[in-house]
């Protein structure tokens, strides 16, 4: 199973931002796809966005679509998602996922991913 690490969570207002990495651990990040995912409490995990071995595809949820930005550093090992303008209604535990397929048209699903981070948690509160 493949390592990775989530960092970057924490409290902020609404309509502010925050900027989430994942870190890979132990193996290279570059033949890929990341995914980002979700999950609130008593609601089912979900997809975010997604960014393909090569970076030329993205995928983005339509609750997050222009205001994150999911991109990847290969030769820092890491892949972020930038948060603008956050509502109360993304405070989640975030996730990153690896080893799964990334695509413009493919809408993500936990079960497409094998490996997994442990998570940060995101609140957006004033």
């Known amino acids: 199973q493949l390592q990775l690490v989530e960092s970057g969570g924490g409290l902020v207002q609404p309509g502010g931002s925050l900027r989430l990495s994942c870190a890979a651990s132990?193996?290279?990040?570059?033949?890929?796809?990341i995914a980002w995912f979700r999950q609130a409490p008593g609601k089912e995990r979900e997809g975010v966005s997604c960014?393909?071995?090569?970076?030329?595809?993205?995928n983005y949820a339509d609750s997050v679509k222009g205001r994150f930005t999911i991109s990847r550093d290969n030769a820092k090992n890491t892949v972020y998602l930038q948060m603008n303008s956050l509502k109360p209604e993304d405070t989640a535990v975030y996730y990153c996922?690896?080893?799964?397929?990334?695509?413009?048209?493919?809408?993500?699903?936990?079960?497409?991913?094998?490996?997994w981070g442990q998570g940060t948690q995101v609140t957006v509160s004033s």
């Open positions: 132990g193996f290279t990040l570059d033949y890929y796809a």
């Open positions: 996922a690896a080893d799964g397929p990334c695509s413009d048209y493919y809408t993500i699903t936990p079960s497409d991913f094998g490996s």
């Open positions: 960014i393909s071995s090569s970076g030329s595809s993205t």
